[in-house]
Nanobody, 122 residues
């Protein structure tokens, strides 16, 4: 079965950087896209970035464009999110997700997601 395990969250000052990792396993053929999304308690989830696992094309949410970079190490089956120039409004629980590209493009809900890693910018 599909497993996604995030790591790399923490507390960072405004303007700082963090790199999140998501170790993935058990994928099936219908899982073609992966994504990072974030959520603050009581608010809707917000899509952060997505990547087509085969061709590598990427998409970013407007609030993180130019600051965040999504990438995937195919050999290691690890998804990354490099976060630069962090702002207090980036504070949230960050989740790794995977599903068909149609679902990922629509922003979920996702069939597969990890347990999340907390990012706090303060």
């Amino acid at each position: 079965h599909v497993q996604l395990v995030e790591s790399g969250g923490g507390l960072v000052q405004p303007g700082g950087t963090l790199r999140l990792s998501c170790a993935a396993s058990g994928f099936t053929r219908n899982v073609l896209c992966m994504a990072w999304f974030r959520q603050v308690p009581g608010e809707e989830r917000e899509g952060v970035a997505s990547i087509y696992t085969s061709g590598g094309s990427t998409h970013y949410g407007d609030s993180v464009k130019g600051r965040f970079t999504i990438s995937k190490d195919i050999a290691k089956n690890v998804l990354y999110l490099q976060m630069d120039s962090l702002k207090p409004e980036d504070t949230a629980m960050y989740y790794c997700a995977a599903d068909s590209c149609l679902v990922v493009a629509s922003g979920g809900p996702y069939k597969y997601r990890g347990q999340g890693t907390q990012v706090t910018v303060s």
